[in-house]
């Protein structure tokens, strides 16, 4: 029979420990403050959430290179292309078309394409 605890949840007997350089434990340490959280409470939520099955192409990985950020950097990339690309072109006295809003977010869309290809 499992151990519980005082409220009837299942007792936490196990541990896992591993050794960290000042700088990795600092990332962990500002990660955890973020959070609201201990080092050992962030610690703890970021490995079980690494175990949880996630939809296809998200991530749980604590890592800060993952690739939701990828994803959303990505992103944000694409849509200041376009935005710059309509300024640009309103500035110059340029007629905005439904035709070249489209090839603008195309090329937006073809650059952000060739950059994840290449991460």
Known sequence: MAATSKNGAAARTRSVGTKLTEEEF???ESLAAAAGQSVSEWARSALL????PTPVGLSTNPNPNNQNQDAVLGEV????????NL????????EITVESVKEIIAKADAKKADNTKSS
């Not at 959430?49 to 949880?52: F, P």
């Not at 990339?77 to 710059?84: F, P, S, T």
């Open 26 to 28: 600092a990332r962990l």
């Open 87 to 94: 300024f640009f072109d309103l500035a110059n006295g340029e």
């Open 77 to 84: 990339r694409a849509l200041r292309a376009i935005v710059l």
């Open 49 to 52: 959430a690494a175990t949880t």
